[in-house]
C-alpha cells in the first residue's frame, strides 16, 4: 500500500514508518522541513503540490501537530490548537479533491479528551469526554477543546469515498530517543521516578508495537470509523506504573515528588504539569470488541520488553558507533 503521513517526522512518525516500511508498504512523510530522502514539503496549512501524493494513495495518517510538551502559555496553546484544526482541514480538503482518495483517512486524536477520573475506566461509549470537572486547572479545558475540534474537523470533511477513524491515542511507548519513554527513562535513572503528588493518577499507554498493529487492524477493518481508543486494557495508577518501569530498569529506588517539585520539575524540563497530574483511565473498548489482541496488555511485561529494546537499540548503535570509530 502507499501510505501518506503528514507529521510523520515524530516519535509515533519515526516508529510507524519503520514498520509499515518493513512490513512492505510505501510510506510517504509530509513535513515542513523535509529531511529525509523521498519526504515531501507542505506547511500544514495551504494546498500545494503536496496534495498529489495523497491522490492515488491507499492510506493517510495525519500526525501532525505542535509538540504539547511544552509551557502552556496562550502562544504555545493556540499553536497546539491551529497547528492541529489547520493540518486536519489541509488533509481534509486535499482528500476532498483527490481523483483517487484514500480509503481510509486515520486521524490522530488524543486519550486526553476524556475526562479526568478515578473512578472508572473511559471506553468510547460510557466514557465521559473532559472539561467540566471540578478541581482542577482551568486551563485542562483547553487540551481537550484542542482535542475536540481536532476530531469535528475529521467529521466535518466532506470525503465520502475515504472511511475516517480519530486515533484516541494513550502515551506511545517506543525505544526510540527523544520520545516519552526515553524522558521517564531519564527520571528513572536519576533516582527521580517515584510517585508524583501521591501516584493515584491513572497512567494509560499503548506498546508501540501494539500500536502499529491497531493501526493495521483499523486500516484493513471497513466496517469500522469514528473515534477508537489506542490504549492497552490495564491502565494503572502513575505509582505502580513507576514502580514497574524501575523494576525493568533495575533502579528499584525513585524519589516521591509533591506537586510543587513537579511544577518546578515542569517549569525545568520546559513541559507542563497536566501531563503528569491528569488522571487518564482510558481504556480499548472499541478494539477489544472487534476482537484486536494485544501482544502486550500488561505494563510490567511491557515495561520489561520495551527496556530490553531500549538496551538492545542503544547496544547496537554503540557497536555501529565504535565500528565506524575503530575504521
Ligand atoms: N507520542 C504520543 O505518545 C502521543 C499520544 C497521543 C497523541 N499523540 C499525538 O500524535 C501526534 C504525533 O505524536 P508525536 O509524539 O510523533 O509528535 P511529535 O514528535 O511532536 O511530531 C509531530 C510532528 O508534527 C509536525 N508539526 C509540528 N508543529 C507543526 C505545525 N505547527 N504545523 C504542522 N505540523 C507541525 C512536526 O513535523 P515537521 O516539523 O516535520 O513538519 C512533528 O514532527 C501529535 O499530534 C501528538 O499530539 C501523541
Known amino acids: 500500500m502507499k501510505i501518506v503521513i503528514p507529521g510523520g517526522t515524530g516519535q509515533v512518525g519515526t516508529l510507524l ?22 519526504d515531501i514539503p507542505w506547511d500544514g496549512v495551504n494546498q500545494g503540490p503536496w496534495a498529489e501524493a495523497i491522490d492515488g ?6 500526525l501532525a501537530g505542535r509538540s504539547v510538551s511544552c509551557r502552556y502559555t496562550p502562544a504555545n496553546m493556540q499553536a497546539m490548537m491551529d497547528s492541529r484544526v489547520r493540518s ?32 472508572a475506566p473511559n471506553d468510547e461509549t460510557t466514557g465521559v469526554i473532559g472539561g467540566a470537572e471540578p478541581d482542577v ?19 466535518r470533511a466532506d470525503t465520502p469515498h475515504t472511511r475516517k477513524v480519530a486515533l484516541r491515542s494513550a502515551m506511545v511507548m ?17 533516582g527521580l521516578g517515584g510517585p508524583v503528588a501521591g501516584g493515584a493518577q491513572y497512567v494509560s499507554w499503548i506498546h508501540g508495537h501494539d500500536f502499529v498493529r491497531a493501526v493495521e487492524f483499523l486500516v484493513e477493518r471497513d466496517d469500522l470509523s469514528g473515534p477508537v481508543n489506542l490504549a492497552a486494557p490495564n491502565p ?13 530498569w533495575g533502579t528499584p529506588m525513585g524519589l516521591p515528588a509533591t506537586k510543587t517539585m513537579a511544577e518546578l520539575g515542569a517549569f525545568a524540563l520546559r513541559s507542563d504539569t497536566e501531563l503528569l497530574l491528569k488522571s487518564r483511565r482510558v481504556v480499548p473498548g ?12 500488561e505494563w510490567p511485561t511491557a515495561a520489561e520488553d520495551l527496556v530490553r529494546r531500549v538496551r538492545g537499540y542503544r547496544g547496537a548503535h554503540h557497536v555501529r558507533s565504535t565500528a565506524r570509530f575503530l575504521n
Open 236 to 248: 494503572l495508577p502513575q505509582r505502580e506504573f513507576m514502580r514497574d518501569l524501575r523494576a525493568a
Open 174 to 190: 517506543s525505544p526510540d530517543r527523544g520520545g516519552v519513554l526515553d524522558v521517564l527513562l531519564r527520571l528513572v535513572r536519576l
Open 17 to 38: 514508518r519503520r514498520e509499515l516500511a518493513a512490513a512492505g508498504h510505501e510510506v510517504v512523510v509530509l513535513s515542513r522541513r523535509p529531511g529525509r530522502p523521498g
Open 137 to 155: 486547572p482551568d486551563y485542562w479545558a483547553y487540551s481537550i477543546e484542542i482535542a475536540r475540534n481536532w476530531e469535528r474537523e475529521l467529521e
Open 88 to 119: 486536519a482541514r489541509a488533509v481534509g480538503e486535499a482528500i476532498a479533491s483527490a481523483a483517487r482518495p484514500p480509503r481510509v483517512w486515520l486521524q490522530m486524536s488524543t486519550a486526553t479528551i476524556y475526562s479526568h477520573r478515578f473512578d
Open 286 to 297: 472499541r478494539l477489544l470488541e472487534a476482537g484486536f489482541d494485544f501482544d502486550q496488555p
Open 57 to 62: 494513495s491507499d492510506v493517510l495518517i495525519n
